[in-house]
């Protein structure tokens, strides 16, 4: 892969990386629950989940979504139902991490996994992020040079972009943790984070399989 090639994927992967969406969300809505901090814990388990939807990508099963209906449909209704469940679970919190930050450091080890795995299956419930790895992968693949080097270089410069974005929008958060100092406005900011997540699950449902 030429320089050129890696900073046009670059530019490509920063761009969907900053465009809200399901983890760009969680990051956010982590960062008011817990805090900034722990927050990185779920983008770093996003970062792992991208690892290997870009593995399910070079795999090929991205070919088997994209022709097989019910594979995709699958996968589809997992991907909405649990967004649509961190969404009902966002409606219903009250926690406010950055007033209860000694709270949020206290919650442990199993309460940091949650986190990361929270991360984790966002992104590879997401059938659209799939089928985004399997379109562009292969117009930066070189065919005679060696196909692990070049998932590790694509795939960690779409990672590293992810983590990167969120972190823009954890620091953006907690710039504004001010305002999430009243009980009512972290009510306010839960409900409408709850609300969007169910709106992307039900958006996700809208998704059509190429060969249904």
Avoid at 4 to 16: G, R
Wanted: with cysteine; hydrophobic share 55%; proline share 3%.
């Amino acid at each position: 892969m030429t320089w050129s090639n890696w900073l046009v994927f670059a530019s490509v992967s920063i761009f969907m990386a900053f465009t809200p969406g399901p983890a760009v969300l969680l990051a956010v809505s982590n960062s008011v629950s817990v805090g900034p901090g722990r927050a990185m814990l779920g983008s770093l388990g996003n970062a792992l989940g991208i690892f290997l939807v870009s593995a399910v990508a070079m795999a090929g099963l991205g070919v088997l979504l994209s022709t097989s209906a019910t594979a995709f449909l699958a996968l589809k209704l997992a991907g909405a139902a649990y967004l649509i469940y961190l969404g009902i679970k966002q409606w219903r919190n009250g926690a406010n991490g950055f007033a209860d930050a000694d709270q949020a450091q206290a919650a442990g080890v199993r309460g940091s996994l949650k986190l990361f795995l929270n991360g984790v299956t966002v992104a590879v419930t997401n059938p659209k992020a799939i089928l985004f790895f399997t379109a562009l992968f292969p117009q930066f693949l070189v065919a005679d040079a060696p196909a692990t080097e070049q998932f590790l270089v694509l795939t960690a410069t779409f990672a590293g972009c992810t983590v990167l974005s969120h972190i823009f929008y954890v620091l953006l958060a907690r710039g504004l943790k001010r305002s999430f100092a009243d009980a009512r406005r972290v009510r306010l900011f839960n409900r409408i984070s709850g609300g969007a997540f169910v709106l992307l699950g039900l958006g996700l449902l809208r998704l059509r399989s190429k060969a249904a």
